[in-house]
Nanobody, 115 residues
Framework: QVQPVESGGGLVQAGGSLRLSCAAS????????MGWYRQAPGKQRELVAA???????NYADSVKGRFTISRDNNKNTVYLPMNSLKPEDTAVYYC?????????WGQGTQVTVSS
């Protein structure tokens, strides 16, 4: 059973940093694309960053230069260090595993950036 589990959220002041992690069990991790999404209150869920199985990455314009997605296939884990955090980054962050037969979502981790 594949179940992504996020960790690393919390409360931080504007300008601070956090690092999110997502561990996914199962043997399909290395062949799956991984993504971080976020959803702020009253807003739709949006893609923050994604990384393919080959390591190609893409980012939302709002986080380019501040967030970096990476993966460790030996640990079945994807990371999202977040720097220079802004109050508008406040949201629940979700990890997504995508492979040709479907998607798996984590439960989410809250990130709150105070001004």
């Amino acid at each position: 059973q594949v179940q992504p589990v996020e960790s690393g959220g919390g409360l931080v002041q504007a300008g601070g940093s956090l690092r999110l992690s997502c561990a996914a069990s199962g043997s399909i991790f290395s062949i799956s694309a991984m993504g971080w999404y976020r959803q702020a209150p009253g807003k739709q869920r949006e893609l923050v960053a994604a990384i393919t199985s080959a390591g190609s990455t893409n980012y939302a314009d709002s986080v380019k230069g501040r967030f970096t997605i990476s993966r460790d296939n030996n640990k079945n884990t994807v990371y999202l260090p977040m720097n220079s955090l802004k109050p508008e980054d406040t949201a629940v962050y979700y990890c997504n595993l995508h492979w040709p037969f479907g998607d798996y979502w984590g439960q989410g981790t809250q990130v709150t950036v105070s001004s």
